[in-house]
């Protein structure tokens, strides 16, 4: 039971355009969603996160979007950078209440860059 | 400030042998969390612990496996009598607080023969 889905194992993008990394869930009680990226031999990275009270969360190149009606998450890279390749992992939890720490996380989108 | 030690990096076992994974937190973090990822998988939460303490058990498979965070020293992943369904990456992750962001090691990789 996927309970957040990551239906792209993979996806390239030519550098300086947009990369588009897409995210699912079918739990309606998760309220934080996050994305990591992972490097090959390293463990994930915190990128970004948006609360379900927002539907959108910038940082520089990376933003979020977030459509609660459709438990649909993207993750925008724009430009695309050749050191930006690497595995994206969505993640999610329920923040209001114990055990936020619980993250569940979907299969990846591995990002290929090309110069 | 180093971030979160985990050894061995890679791990061979034969099936029935015992598999014990290590993980220091950042420093200033009591927090650690046992996150596992099996092949073609995301990663899928296991244990949490804080010093001398397993707070959340939740995701460990009922035998074999147990984890420790002892006073001194680091947090521990046992696996008894590994099959070949163990080989995945383990990961550790630490936090300063119970809800705030985990950073995660760099993973240990376990291959049961």
């Known amino acids: 039971d996927q309970q957040v889905k990551q239906n792209s194992p993979s996806l390239s993008v030519q550098e300086g355009r947009i990369s588009i990394l897409n995210c699912d869930y079918t739990?309606?009680?998760?309220?934080?969603f996050l994305w990591y990226k992972k490097y090959p031999a390293e463990g994930p990275t915190f990128l970004i996160s948006i609360s379900s009270i927002k539907d959108k969360n910038e940082d520089g190149r990376f933003t979020v979007f977030l459509n609660k009606s459709a438990k649909h998450l993207s993750l925008h890279i724009v430009p695309s950078q050749p050191g930006d390749s690497a595995v994206y992992f969505c993640a999610a939890t329920k923040l209001s209440g114990a055990g936020s720490y619980q993250l569940t996380f979907g299969k990846g989108t591995k990002l290929s860059v090309i110069p | 400030n180093a971030g979160v030690m985990q050894n061995p990096r890679h791990l061979v076992r034969r099936r029935g042998q015992e598999a014990r994974l290590r993980c220091s937190p950042m420093k200033g973090h009591s927090h650690v969390y046992w996150y596992r990822q099996l092949p073609e998988e995301g990663l899928k939460f296991m244990v949490y612990l804080q010093k001398e303490n397993i707070i959340d058990e939740s995701g460990m498979p009922k035998e074999r496996f147990s984890a420790e965070f002892p006073k001194e020293g680091p947090s521990i992943l046992r696996i008894q009598q590994v099959v070949r369904g163990d080989s995945a990456a383990y990961f550790c992750?630490?936090?300063?607080?119970?809800?705030?962001?985990?950073?995660f090691g760099s993973g240990t990789q376990l291959s049961v023969l």
């Open positions: 992750a630490s936090s300063r607080g119970a809800d705030e962001k985990l950073f």
């Open positions: 739990n309606s009680m998760f309220d934080y």
